[in-house]
């Protein structure tokens, strides 16, 4: 059993430290579309020292992603990600190593030769994060609608002579969902195509998993997380203290959710699939994030983060 979960010796100065650089990141508007008030909400969801630490510790892991940086995984994603796989594995003419200026022209030279498609299904709402990813290419790199299509349009593009689609996305996780979406739409029964999923970032469980299960499919993503991003893993450093470590962090956590009626169970206590992620975007945050970052349970607990 693990010692008990304490507060090390400068832990109240390390807490203020942390409470400060954060309120000063939503107040220069690093951290955008974060209002002050709900992080205080949020704060105030700690109630002793000994919680005020624990929150301030997951702060402290917290990989945010501004909608600025978010348009830089975006353009990594096509100067790199993108036109070394079209090079390597699917060779078009698109005139241009620079694919968002292939997308744009296109209007003028003709086709690009491949389709980008929205990771969604057809019962999926609007809100899904592929659905933003899609608005994001339109809006800030006006890249023409008619290259971005949805899963159930894929036939008729094919019919036109599209061999190449690439599955646009913001974050992998487990690989369940998108697994889920590729057997509803039944893209593994288009013959004779390229396919590859290219979220901007991607959790090694979940390449796993789609290269296991879905063989046919090509998975490459802009950066990639690992076990070390995992909040409570035994290869992350986010409770290397001194006095505390992972294991009693977690058994910490686990008490603190019960305290405050987050009803979440087993696995799921840690995020979808366990991953235990502390990764948000600006837009949303993934349901593989620690819940104590976006579950709602009014009065019990208000969230940092929409999902």
Known sequence: MAAAFQLPRDGLTYTQEIFTR??????????????????????????????????????????YRSQDQTVALVNQLFQRTLADLLRVQQPLSTGSLNLVEALRMSAMKGDPGFRLVTAVKQADPPTKSAHYVARLLKRRFRIAETWIIKAWEIPLHIANGIKTFFFIDD??????????????????SHTGIFAAYVPLVAHIRGIAHLN?????LTVKCVETL????????QSATYFDDGVNNSACAQDFYF????????????QQSGGYGGLQLAYVFEHAAPDNCLPILWWRHYPQWIPLFDR
Request: aromatic fraction near 12%.
């Open 226 to 233: 690992t076990e070390g991003h995992s909040i409570f893993s």
């Open 212 to 216: 296991r299960v879905l063989p046919n």
């Open 22 to 63: 954060c309120r000063n990141l939503i107040e220069k508007d690093i951290w955008k579309d974060l209002d002050l008030s709900r992080f205080r909400r949020w704060q105030a969801n700690f109630k002793t020292d000994l919680e005020q630490y624990f929150g301030a510790c997951i702060l402290d892991g917290l990989i």
């Open 171 to 188: 974050f992998l996780g487990t690989g369940d969902q998108f697994e889920e979406f590729y057997n509803v739409e039944l893209i593994g």
């Open 255 to 266: 008490q603190l959710m019960k305290d405050r009626q987050i009803n979440i169970v087993g």
